[in-house]
């Protein structure tokens, strides 16, 4: 791992503000990040902080979203530049993998020659708004996604996706997603596969993850898969007989601390997501996983038992005073609580003053940023 600063022509240039660290020495952001969350969580007393897990500092990054810009002569895979607003092309951006980086630039030519018009926001013209994409490291395939205003020029992407695919042919997952409101949203509710292939299959762990196209996924998998490594330990140590695990996403927690001994539930309200963590369950073949597509704070309020431990992993919002209060009632033995907002989460642990931090530790997912990843292990006092 290079603890270099990095070097990039995009924040130097002021044409992208995203990495707003990237100019300070790797090793003192994350001196920076520990000294911050001390500061933050110091009146909750954690018992211990274990030391941070650190990131590559460059091409640590599985997944390209890209506003798709200019004219249908000249397409930009990138953002509006933060000072003037004109399209920077961020193609070769430092923390993508090799591999993204070149089918970015070949996709930008491909857009071009397949006569794809971008979408305009002023003029409300043309059909391409984003291109998503995703790589597992385990395999290196690809996900690739279109987001476009109709179905106009769905015919120009058929014709010209054998050519893409002869180009890349670890590219097995194509979708176009229709998005036709005028508004600063990423995708829209329908999915149109133009491939036979409807997932990418990622490994952590030796965990089998299925990642399907409205999945959350973590963007960092070498930090992604120490933090459910870590996780998985420390309900082995714990060694309850029973689980949730809430906002599960895929089911990368519950997916890797289900055992024979410890039965576990995952809650994830989008559909999509429970059915990629189901077909992974089903590769491992553990009788006491489970699944469902629910509102975890309905599911909490409707369950009669309680489990010896939950896990939760809320979005940026947190779990908010509700879903905190009611963990609080249910009073299960254990919370191990992991989250990318270390400030929503602050407010929700003062919702639950009848547990204390027994450990805490942060991984960092997002270097460059003052983001970060921080999971707890919360004890019933």
Known sequence: MSLDTLQCEFFTQQGCASCKHCSIPYLDQVEQKQSDLNALFSHLNPKQWFAPVKSDVVQFRNKAKMVVLGAAHQPVLGIENVTDGTPVSLVSCPLYQDEIQQLLAYLQNWIRVAGIPPYNKVKKKGELKFVLLTRAQSN???MLRFVMRSENAIERIKANLSRLQDAFPKVTVVTVNLQPIHMARLEGEEEIFLTEQHNLLEQFN???LVIRPK???????????QLYATAQQWVEELEPSSMWDLFCGVGGFALHCASEKTAVTGIEIEPEAIASAKRSAAMIGIDNLQFAALDSGSFSLSQD????????NPPRRGLGAELAGQLQHLAPEYIIYSSCNPHTMLSDLEQMSHYRIERAQWFDMFPHTEHVEVMMLLKRV
């Open 215 to 225: 999945s959350f996924f973590q963007t960092n998998p070498k930090v992604a898969e």
């Open 140 to 142: 290196g395939e690809f």
């Open 206 to 208: 030796h965990v089998p």
């Open 305 to 312: 038992q309680t489990p010896d431990l939950v896990l939760v």
